[in-house]
């Protein structure tokens, strides 16, 4: 009975989409993640990666939107004795406000998908399995889309759940994100 409601409730939304006025775009930018934790011996810096994926842009009306994203997301935190590299494929779902001529401001709930953990140290780099497979986080941004198609975007993930499968810390994702985008236009 649970798959039929669900099942009948993505009908239904992406029936919605559809009779709505989606434009669709791709992105990319670089990243800057860390992880938080509550172990006080255990200090991360920020690691530099990048992420890269595609978006559906669909009008509500003149002000709001809801923009689905499928991104791939390279995140992570730096230790004084190497990187832990943890990669996902996040798939947020924002809210966006959108006013003036071309700004955004968005809002909504993120599920990331974990594809490949690893602690690399010098040459050698060992799997990591202790990583839970799915993060949900929130997040939080501001864009700006020219005439031209062109944008420009900052967003800041919370990380809200405990990515380790340890029962003694917790981890949290924290990701800013600074990137361009390019919506193409509906015709």
């Known amino acids: 009975m649970k798959r039929i409601i669900i099942s009948a409730c993505m009908l239904l939304l992406i029936k919605g989409a559809f009779a709505q006025h989606v434009e669709y775009g791709i992105k990319g930018g670089v990243n800057f993640s860390n992880i938080s934790n509550d172990a006080a011996d255990t200090k991360a810096d920020t690691k530099t990666g990048f992420h890269l ?63 490949t953990s690893e602690f690399k140290s010098g040459h050698l780099s060992t799997d990591v399995d202790n990583f839970s497979n799915a993060d949900f986080s929130w997040a939080f941004g501001a864009s700006y889309l020219g005439h031209s198609g062109l944008g420009i975007d900052a967003r800041y993930n919370l990380g809200l759940t405990d990515v380790t499968k340890s029962t003694t810390t917790d981890f949290q994702n924290r990701v800013w994100q600074v990137g361009l985008f390019y919506q193409f236009k509906h015709h």
């Open 53 to 115: 994926g595609g978006l559906a842009h669909i009008h509500l009306t003149r002000s709001f939107a809801i923009q689905p994203e499928i991104v791939y997301s390279t995140q992570g935190a730096e230790y004084s004795d190497g990187k832990l590299k943890l990669n996902y494929i996040n798939i947020p779902v924002l809210a966006q406000y959108m006013f003036g001529r071309g700004f955004r401001l968005e809002t909504g709930p993120q599920l990331g998908i974990l594809t």
